[in-house]
């Protein structure tokens, strides 16, 4: 196993001292190596590393750009971690050659499913355990970074989690909780339903192939529906339960 992701080490930036992490991080669980705890933790990783990236990113925008506010960084933050940028940066190197795969999500085209953005994010999950946050902090600054050189707040795509958690904060209410109420369709091209609550009540709903995605169409929906009754928002800005 020791010289099986020298390639993808290289890539990296960073070498894993436990290669059974980076194994579990490349074991998708459709390949039917992985039962049980297995599953469970293939899940668990990519949840870590979702979270580690997050703060990487947050951390990374602070420091080097002291005179940027937070919504801008927020914005910047959400583009440098979402799938597409994730799926972008796992085709640059060549992930989906290393993942360990099911025969149908082998078949299917990996370009048109969340495998390879969650596998990166499982990923960067085994990086932390096996090296802190300083190790996703050395992958992030050797694949991610560099692509903040030459982007401007105006090239970047709409925000709208962001922009929803930004007005509820000016407003001074509590921040926005995203639950996934149902995930339909096969593994290997899930579609999640997303709720946004704003105070204990359902405010908006999105439908997408990502978690993201749907998460931000519910963002959406939210602020279609908070615009509606504004200037008096006599509803609070909750939506209808």
């Known amino acids: 196993m020791k010289g099986q992701y020298a390639e993808l080490e290289k890539k990296l930036g960073r070498r894993f001292r436990n290669k059974a992490l980076m194994e579990a991080a490349l074991t998708h669980p459709s390949s039917g190596r992985c039962a049980g705890s297995s599953r469970e933790g293939y899940e668990r ?8 990236l997050a703060l990487v990113a947050a951390e990374h925008l602070f420091t ?43 078949s299917f085209s990996l370009l048109r499913t969340s495998i390879l953005p969650d596998a990166l994010e499982a990923l960067l999950g085994a990086a932390y355990l096996d090296g802190g946050i300083k190790a996703v902090r050395k992958i992030f600054q050797h694949l991610v ?21 930004e007005y509820l904060q ?64 006599q509803s609070g800005g909750r939506g209808k339960g």
Do not use: C, W
């Open 170 to 233: 000016k407003k001074g209410r509590p921040l926005p909780v995203y639950t996934v109420v149902s995930v339909e369709g096969p593994q290997h091209q899930p579609t999640y339903t997303v709720e946004v609550r704003l105070e204990g009540r359902m405010a908006g709903r999105g439908k997408a192939g990502t978690k993201r995605e749907a998460e931000a169409r519910a963002a959406a929906d939210a602020l279609n529906r908070l615009a509606s009754r504004l200037p008096g928002e």
């Open 64 to 106: 080097t750009y002291p005179s940027m506010s937070e919504g801008e960084m927020t914005r910047l933050r959400s583009f440098l971690t979402s799938a597409r940028m994730l799926k972008k940066v796992a085709q640059e190197i060549s992930l989906q050659t290393h993942l360990s795969l099911g025969p149908r999500e082998r």
């Open 45 to 52: 990783l990519e949840f870590l590393g979702d979270a580690a």
């Open 145 to 165: 970074a560099p692509r903040l050189a030459d982007l401007s707040l105006t090239d970047l795509p709409s925000n709208p989690k962001g922009e929803l958690q």
